[in-house]
């Protein structure tokens, strides 16, 4: 395998592929997809699923009649079943300046490989996967697909892509609802500095278009547990100035923002019935999909 598609497989974290690949991750919403897949589909169809009866009309199959039932009530019914289909899976990556803080990996490395990940295991479950990095040069987002040669093509374009500049990214996520006309599955990957509202406003715009949504909030562990103890001088990724403090000054106010930041976010989610997750990049992509594989197993 040559040098450069060698390095970029390593966007796919082998530890979480052993943990999660025995159990498919499925949609928590039904779904609309154009082939039989693992998720419950928003229209009835043949399944070993069953949803409800149905008053019998002339003219359907009798096969699917519940003769247990006419011996009961005299009455002729249809079972009806859940419909199965593959899903569309819009993964959403933020690329500005922000998401390079952290060491020894960035948080845009990290979601890189969080999305390489994801992408493999929904691509080998028969899911159609795109990829959308609104804040980078990367060129229009990349259509869900369902065929395997889309895993080469997330992985190239998340291997080009580089931490940098200042858009906003509540203004895309706007722009995304709008042009994914199916229902689907959108996982955002980014650090969310910016303003609470004006994320609520773009998630709620995503949910009242039907579209099942997922948070990651990506992390330094830095940024959680401000571990600074001397005058130091903070830069502005995105462009603004530098600032030289005091961390003890500053340290509880900090804390208390950011708890403000992330409680804002969960409401949200809360709100409009969409997953949250806040990751700490140095507990590894494994455990930061635990928790979402676990809501995604059928029970």
Partial sequence: MPRKAKKLYDYIDRSAIARLAGEPLLSS?????NVSG???SNHKGSSVEFAEY???????DPRRMDWRVLGRTDRYFLKEFEAETNLRCHCVLDSSG???FGEPENKLEFGKRLIGTLTYLHLRQGDAVGLEVPTSKSGMPLPARRNPSQLQVVLEILGKTKAKGADPFAPKLHHLAEGTRMRALVLLVSDFLEEPNDLAH????????KHELVLFHVMDRQEIDFPFDRPTRFMDLEGGSPTLTEPS???RQYLEQLEAHSSALRKVCA???SGYHQIVTDEGVAKALSGFSSERTRT
């Fill in 29 to 33: 919403m039904p779904m609309e997809g």
């Fill in 38 to 40: 693992h998720h419950r």
């Fill in 54 to 60: 149905r008053e019998y009309t002339p003219g359907e």
């Fill in 98 to 100: 922000s998401m390079g």
């Fill in 202 to 209: 773009a998630i709620h715009h995503l949910r009242d278009r």
């Fill in 249 to 251: 000054v500053i340290r």
């Fill in 271 to 273: 709100e409009t019935q």
